[in-house]
């Protein structure tokens, strides 16, 4: 059963134009949501993330939107560039519940095409 | 700093084998996890931990074994390895006290024959 869905393996955007990666999730218990990057060889580095009482968070060239009601969250990056290209995953926490344990989603591979 | 360091960073087993894959970090951080990343399933966690003396089952515990004596160390132990774990292991590390990002070390690559 897999709580947390990308539903794109991969995807290829233009330099300069936008990446919008997506994720969707089974459990509404979810209160907090994160979004990683990595790239081959090295392990996922923390790009940016959301709390379940927000639906929209900034930082820079990333953001990422949350809709409750549809269980679904996105990450826009812009504008892209080509050292944007790596694996993407999101991430959900049921951390309120004390339990603290983090679901990963499957990951989409972003090519930024010069 | 260094962050989240795993050791070693590729190993080769024969089935049957037993061996530690070492993590240890430098940032005091309470929670630790061990992740396992395979084509097309993301990354599933295998054990946690919220403190020294204290861990827990994830996802996909069997096979493994996992003890915390210090908040820094937190190793991950294949009892008798089998082809079937064949991975890629992550280490995390983050701050306790309520939802923080996870710190990951750079992986150990794990191929079982």
């Known amino acids: 059963d897999q709580q947390v869905k990308q539903n794109s393996p991969s995807l290829s955007v233009q330099e300069g134009r936008i990446s919008i990666l997506n994720c969707d999730y089974t459990n509404s218990m979810f209160d907090y949501f994160l979004w990683y990057k990595k790239y081959p060889a090295e392990g996922p580095t923390f790009l940016i993330s959301?709390?379940?009482?927000?639906d929209k968070n900034e930082d820079g060239r990333f953001t990422v939107f949350l809709n409750k009601s549809a269980k679904h969250l996105s990450l826009h990056i812009v504008p892209s560039q080509p050292g944007d290209s790596a694996v993407y995953f999101c991430?959900?926490?049921?951390?309120?519940?004390?339990?603290?344990?983090?679901?990963f989603g499957t990951g989409t591979r972003l090519k930024v095409l010069a | 700093n260094a962050g989240v360091t795993q050791t070693p960073k590729f190993q080769v087993l024969k089935t049957g084998q037993s061996m530690t894959l070492q993590c240890a970090q430098d940032m005091n951080h309470e929670y630790m996890s061990w992740y396992r990343q395979d084509p097309g399933m993301g990354l599933r966690l295998i054990h946690y931990?919220?403190?020294?003396?204290?861990?827990d089952q994830g996802e996909v515990p069997n096979g493994y074994n996992v003890s915390r004596s210090t908040t820094e160390d937190f190793p991950l132990r294949l009892l008798s390895a089998a082809p079937s774990q064949t991975s890629v292991y992550f280490c995390?590390?983050?701050?306790?006290?309520?939802?923080?990002?996870?710190?990951f070390g750079d992986g150990t690559r794990l191929s079982i024959l």
């Open positions: 995390a590390s983050r701050p306790g006290g309520g939802n923080q990002p996870q710190h």
């Open positions: 931990s919220v403190g020294a003396g204290i861990t």
């Open positions: 991430a959900a926490s049921l951390g309120t519940s004390g339990t603290y344990k983090y679901i």
């Open positions: 959301i709390s379940s009482i927000k």
